[in-house]
């Protein structure tokens, strides 16, 4: 892979050295900062352009007090905890001390198919450089970004791929500023409403109408956190994937990584351990999608006319076993006869005790426990690979995708057509999926690359009640993504009619069904207002 180094001064560089594990590469841990430091970097990393080494210089190092710093050894006490660490896991094999060692990983220049396969795992936590904040016009040292691989760009197509990309961008660029003019012509300044709010909500408008058009290979910035448990996971599966920029991103890790937790990841590339286990993750991956193609030679590929969403499964008596899981603990009963008794209850008593448990919620964040766990939603959803990309984040849930194509078409948001820049648009969109058809037959695992966000990708969401409850309050937020929105609306609207919990969808009151134009413009607004109340 193509990556470009950063630089910096000597003075640059003597200040990065003792919090940095090296300072050129585009994967790198944090060390000897406050916990505390390393996450307000982290959240404001996810809505800037700038890489975390730049973004630390820029905002944060004239904060701290460097004294005695500079003397300051990651590698202290860690040749004692490694003996302890193989005399507990090698004698013991429990597997928990490895769940008590964390580090916060950079990752950046990765593409937007890498991101998906880095946020897999359930048990870390991830921020991503936003599409909806940040511009993609301008350049990282005079190039676009966008991942070159170089398998791609040593072969006969890379004229083409770099070609191609390069006029995607070209087109993204033109856009935007003609989306930003669109967007202050319909939506003028409000007199109560800062500069700075106003400017923010009319380039997140522009950002979300047009960041269709850019292709899965752009570079974005992921900071991550997770145990040493955690990462052998994440490196044991990149390791088996099928995707070069996965594999290699797996080493860079894994050298970083072992700066600061060597132990905790000994096993990843031992071949009697992890190499072991990641031939058996790739073997059974490769032998499935044999099997599955062969069951489906039949030609059908799946497009055609369907709902966005569906809500293929769901349980009839859900509601009831809901009720029986919030008796539970206040009984000393066996769950069936809890089961029997709840379904005995009138209306009106099933009524009164959904309401006693969930009670008085006076914001979204004041969810019910887990009894809502008892029960679930399974989703087939057809949307952009924009709004897949934010909903992926919702790790609690089970979610599998299909593999991106153009194949289910796209949808030319409104403001683009009220812009009147549906041709440019669609100009983009055919050269995306030209560009995919002719890297597919040498390069199936890189064509996705070439493949534009607003294309439709398909996949499978199954979630209990307690998380749709979360996922669609916070992903009908006046605030989201027009698309993410709407399919958040649906599921909604599914759980209580399709399925017919209704008690469970009024449960989830914070819904939002409205529309809005300006998506950012309240946010922001509330963003400035807890600005002004700290100063």
Same mark, same amino acid.
């Given at each position: 892979?193509?990556?470009?180094?950063?630089?910096?001064?000597?003075?640059?560089?003597?200040?990065?050295?003792?919090?940095?594990?090296?300072?050129?590469?585009?994967?790198?841990?944090?060390? +000897?900062?406050?916990?505390?430091?390393?996450?307000?970097?982290?959240?404001?990393?996810?809505?800037?352009?700038?890489?975390?080494?730049?973004?630390?210089?820029?905002?944060?190092?004239?904060?701290?007090?460097?004294?005695?710093?500079?003397?300051?050894?990651?590698?202290?006490?860690?040749?004692?905890?490694?003996?302890?660490?193989?005399?507990?896991?090698?004698?013991?094999?429990?597997?928990?001390?490895?769940?008590?060692?964390?580090? /916060?990983?950079?990752?950046?220049?990765?593409?937007?198919?890498?991101?998906?396969?880095?946020?897999?795992?359930?048990?870390?936590?991830?921020?991503?450089?936003?599409?909806?904040?940040?511009?993609?016009?301008?350049?990282?040292?005079?190039?676009?970004?966008?991942?070159?691989?170089?398998?791609?760009?040593?072969?006969?197509?890379?004229?083409?791929?770099?070609?191609?990309?390069?006029?995607?961008?070209?087109?993204?660029? =033109?856009?935007?500023?003609?989306?930003?003019?669109?967007?202050?012509?319909?939506?003028? $300044?409000?007199?109560?409403?800062?500069?700075?709010?106003? $400017?923010?909500?009319?380039?997140?408008? =522009?950002?979300?109408?047009?960041?269709?058009?850019?292709? !899965? !290979?752009?570079? &974005? +910035?992921?900071?991550?956190?997770?145990?040493?448990?955690?990462?052998?996971?994440?490196?044991?599966?990149?390791?088996?994937?099928?995707?070069?920029?996965?594999?290699?991103?797996?080493?860079?890790?894994?050298?970083?990584?072992?700066?600061?937790?060597?132990?905790?990841?000994?096993?990843?590339?031992?071949?009697?351990?992890?190499?072991?286990?990641?031939?058996?993750?790739?073997?059974?991956?490769?032998?499935?999608?044999?099997?599955?193609?062969?069951?489906?030679?039949?030609?059908?590929?799946?497009?055609?006319?369907?709902?966005?969403?569906?809500?293929?499964?769901?349980?009839?008596?859900?509601? @009831?076993?809901? @009720?029986?899981?919030?008796?539970?603990?206040?009984?000393?009963?066996?769950?069936?006869?809890?089961?029997?008794?709840?379904?005995?209850?009138?209306?009106?008593?099933?009524?009164?005790?959904?309401?006693?448990?969930?009670?008085?919620?006076?914001?979204?964040?004041?969810?019910?426990?887990?009894?809502?766990?008892?029960?679930?939603?399974?989703?087939?959803?057809?949307?952009?690979?924009?709004?897949?990309?934010? @909903?992926?984040?919702?790790?609690?849930?089970?979610?599998?995708?299909?593999?991106?194509?153009?194949?289910?078409?796209?949808?030319?948001?409104?403001?683009?057509?009220?812009?009147?820049?549906?041709?440019?648009?669609?100009? !983009?969109?055919?050269? &995306?999926?030209?560009?995919?058809?002719?890297? =597919?037959?040498?390069?199936?695992?890189?064509?996705?690359?070439?493949?534009?966000?607003?294309?439709?990708?398909?996949?499978?969401?199954?979630?209990?009640?307690?998380?749709?409850?979360?996922?669609?309050?916070?992903?009908?937020?006046?605030?989201?993504?027009?698309?993410?929105?709407?399919? !958040?609306?649906?599921?909604?609207?599914?759980?209580?009619?399709?399925?017919?919990?209704?008690?469970?969808?009024? =449960?989830?009151?914070?819904?939002?069904?409205?529309? /809005?134009?300006?998506?950012?413009?309240?946010?922001?607004?509330?963003?400035?207002?807890?600005?002004?109340?700290?100063?």
């Amino acid at each position: 892979m193509l990556y470009a180094p950063e630089t910096f001064t000597e003075e640059e560089a003597a200040k990065l050295r003792p919090y940095f594990t090296n300072l050129d590469g585009p994967v790198f841990v944090l060390t +000897n900062l406050p916990e505390v430091v390393k996450g307000a970097l982290f959240a404001r990393y996810s809505r800037s352009a700038k890489s975390l080494r730049r973004l630390f210089l820029d905002e944060f190092v004239g904060d701290l007090d460097l004294t005695g710093d500079l003397t300051v050894d990651a590698t202290v006490g860690l040749a004692r905890a490694e003996e302890l660490y193989a005399r507990v896991f090698f004698d013991y094999g429990d597997d928990s001390v490895a769940q008590l060692g964390g580090v /916060h990983l950079a990752c950046e220049q990765a593409s937007n198919l890498l991101t998906k396969v880095l946020e897999w795992g359930r048990l870390m936590a991830y921020l991503e450089q936003s599409t909806r904040y940040i511009p993609y016009d301008t350049r990282l040292q005079g190039r676009y970004r966008y991942l070159r691989p170089s398998e791609v760009c040593d072969s006969r197509l890379g004229a083409r791929y770099v070609a191609d990309m390069d006029a995607l961008f070209d087109g993204y660029s =033109a856009m935007l500023p003609a989306m930003m003019d669109w967007a202050r012509e319909r939506y003028p $300044k409000d007199p109560g409403d800062s500069d700075f709010v106003y $400017k923010q909500s009319i380039k997140a408008k =522009a950002c979300d109408a047009v960041r269709g058009v850019l292709p !899965a !290979a752009t570079l &974005s +910035n992921v900071g991550i956190y997770g145990t040493g448990q955690a990462y052998e996971a994440m490196l044991l599966r990149m390791r088996a994937h099928p995707l070069p920029e996965a594999r290699t991103y797996a080493d860079l890790m894994l050298t970083e990584l072992r700066k600061v937790i060597p132990s905790f990841l000994s096993r990843v590339d031992r071949p009697d351990r992890g190499g072991a286990w990641s031939e058996y993750l790739e073997r059974t991956r490769r032998d499935t999608a044999e099997v599955v193609a062969r069951i489906f030679a039949d030609g059908d590929d799946g497009t055609g006319a369907q709902d966005e969403v569906t809500l293929v499964d769901w349980d009839p008596d859900g509601e @009831l076993k809901v @009720l029986a899981a919030i008796c539970y603990p206040h009984t000393h009963l066996p769950e069936h006869r809890i089961l029997d008794r709840v379904a005995r209850l009138s209306a009106a008593e099933r009524v009164a005790l959904l309401r006693a448990y969930v009670g008085e919620r006076t914001n979204r964040r004041h969810k019910p426990g887990r009894a809502f766990e008892r029960t679930a939603y399974r989703f087939d959803v057809l949307g952009d690979y924009g709004a897949f990309r934010d @909903l992926q984040r919702h790790r609690m849930l089970t979610i599998e995708w299909q593999e991106l194509t153009p194949r289910h078409g796209y949808e030319v948001p409104a403001p683009v057509v009220d812009a009147g820049l549906t041709g440019p648009f669609e100009d !983009a969109m055919g050269r &995306s999926a030209a560009l995919y058809e002719a890297l =597919a037959e040498e390069f199936p695992a890189q064509a996705p690359y070439a493949v534009a966000l607003a294309y439709r990708i398909r996949y499978v969401m199954q979630m209990n009640a307690r998380e749709a409850m979360h996922l669609c309050e916070l992903r009908s937020g006046a605030q989201g993504h027009p698309t993410y929105r709407r399919i !958040a609306q649906r599921m909604h609207e599914l759980i209580a009619r399709r399925a017919g919990h209704v008690a469970i969808a009024d =449960a989830m009151r914070f819904v939002d069904h409205g529309d /809005h134009d300006l998506e950012r413009l309240t946010a922001e607004r509330a963003a400035e207002a807890r600005r002004a109340a700290r100063t």
